[in-house]
């Protein structure tokens, strides 16, 4: 092997390790949006973000507006 394949070698390596560091980062993002924000599923919306990154993140973008979104209290009244 030539050093230019070495090199190579080691340029794929560390590009296959970010790509599985940035999609279980990807895939961890809204539980934690849910966690910082208080939401009161917010375990559910984490669980949401795992599930699509086992579907290939086709329900992610679900999960990251569920993050944001609070559920209802039933607290307010009606006017």
Not at 41 to 53: E, K, P
């Amino acid at each position: 092997m030539s050093t230019l394949d070495v090199v190579a070698w080691i340029f794929l390596v560390v590009v296959a390790l970010a790509a599985v560091v940035i999609a279980l980062a990807l895939a961890a993002l809204p539980g934690e949006i849910a966690r910082k924000r208080n939401h009161p599923w917010a375990q559910a919306v984490r669980v949401a973000g795992w599930v699509s990154f086992f579907l290939g993140f086709a329900l992610w973008p679900i999960a990251l507006v569920w993050a944001y979104v609070d559920a209802p209290t039933g607290t307010q009244r009606a006017p």
